[in-house]
């Protein structure tokens, strides 16, 4: 073999890979203590990218569908303002318009529950005089409990032991809870000052990566990375619009058919579902127990009946409206929807479920254009024999003659 310069090169990189490896598993605490050091610095800038991302999809329907005409210079300058707070303006009003609807169903049900408390309590006090009626049995354990002495000089020793001893725990405690809302607090508006900088100048830092991007990188990497950049832009925006326009849509429908029924709460359930129908598969379900329990509260067969509805609305959705909305705009199989809500779940809990979905969408299409592009270079998608696929045993079948190990067949846009 033959060393050149590009050989040369080759291994050197491999070499300095493996020894920054090395390195990295050998010095793991250290490495580690670094990135949640740089994250805790740079975390208000990703927050802010977040928010600037979220707020760029009202943002651009606003410049595309509401002011697509507005073209020459001074519209140009006013155009991207005037957006941005019609966008800031679209997210408040729904937060608000959540807040009115939520908030007096939510106390006006608290009463209620504070109403119904004491009827409670007197229903389960008939009950425990009845049982002991039927069973002196408890009755007697209740008096071997009565019996019981408490050491009360040892309950005040201990009182006094926490006092002097956890009174130090209590302060530090309250100190790194009052410093951590005010960090969140700072870091929050930074994030948002943020966001309004990268929103305002987003063609501007769209050029300047590319330029960053094509003198750093070789010009097939460079197309690679941008091609991977606008997958999973398409991807996370729609499947954030999806998302939103499904939940808007059940909770539209419960709304209608609690109405039409004549269930209670049937505006507070209907955005409860609606907002928790933002979380993939099971956020639904989570609004369903609550529609259940408040429902429960006021009429237990009503309750009953709203699972019904609930079962029948939800194979609506998930039959006809979320492969529509959601399962077109993202693109990916539902059960690896399902492994992408697990995973990011167990790892981010309910970000991470809106998170790994469109990621896994991204990673889903890179591989499958990866595998049909493979097939195409090899001349095609190995097949079995049809004398071995139609066999039950799992054998091949003897024809009198060798059957290949391979046959092929130029299916190559399989998805």
């Known amino acids: 073999m033959e060393f050149n310069k590009e050989n040369l090169r080759q291994i050197r990189r491999l070499l300095l890979f493996a020894a920054v490896l090395v390195l990295v598993i050998m010095y793991s605490n250290q490495v580690f203590f670094g990135i949640q050091f740089v994250y805790g610095i740079v975390k208000p800038f990703l927050y802010g990218g977040v928010i600037a991302f979220a707020l760029n999809i009202p943002l651009k329907a606003y410049e595309e569908k509401l002011f697509k005409r507005w073209k020459g210079k001074s519209a140009a300058r006013l155009k991207r303002p005037l957006c941005m707070v019609l966008s800031l303006l679209s997210v408040i009003l729904v937060i608000v318009l959540v807040a009115v609807t939520v908030i007096p169903q939510v106390t006006e049900t608290v009463k209620e529950l504070g109403r119904e408390i004491p009827a409670f309590t007197e229903d389960v006090i008939r009950e425990l005089n009845r049982l002991t009626e039927d069973y002196p049995e408890l009755t007697e354990q209740v008096k071997k409990l009565e019996q019981i002495e408490i050491n009360w000089d040892s309950v005040l020793e201990n009182v006094i032991n926490f006092l002097q001893n956890g009174a130090g725990d209590v302060i530090s405690s309250t100190v790194s809870v009052a410093s951590g809302i005010i960090s969140g607090t700072v870091n929050s508006i930074i994030a948002f000052i943020f966001s309004l900088y990268i929103l305002s100048q987003k063609e501007r830092l769209a050029n300047q990566g590319r330029r960053v991007i094509s003198a750093f990188l070789p010009q097939k990497a460079a197309l690679k990375v941008l091609e991977i950049c606008a997958l999973l832009y398409k991807n996370f925006s729609s499947f954030i619009t999806g998302q939103c326009l499904e939940a808007v849509i059940l909770g ?139 066999t039950s045993g799992g054998e091949a079948k003897d024809t009198g003659k060798k059957v290949g190990s391979k046959q092929i067949k130029g299916r190559n846009n399989d998805r």
């Open 252 to 390: 539209t429908m419960f709304f209608i058919a609690m109405t039409i029924f004549r269930m209670p709460y049937a505006l507070l359930v209907g955005v409860l579902i609606a907002f928790t129908a933002l979380i993939p598969i099971v956020g639904a379900f989570i609004g369903c127990v609550v529609g259940t329990f408040l429902l429960l509260i006021d009429n237990p067969v009503q309750a009953i009946w709203f699972i019904v509805l609930f079962l029948v609305l939800q194979q609506v959705e998930g039959n006809l409206i979320y492969p529509k909305v959601v399962g077109n705009s993202v693109g990916l199989p539902s059960i690896w929807v399902l492994a992408a809500v697990s995973l990011g779940g167990s790892l981010f809990g309910v970000a991470g479920m809106l998170f790994f979905i469109p990621l896994m969408s991204s990673c889903y299409a890179l591989f499958r254009d990866s595998v049909n592009a493979r097939n195409a270079r090899h001349g095609g998608i190995v097949e079995l024999p049809a004398a071995m696929e139609n």
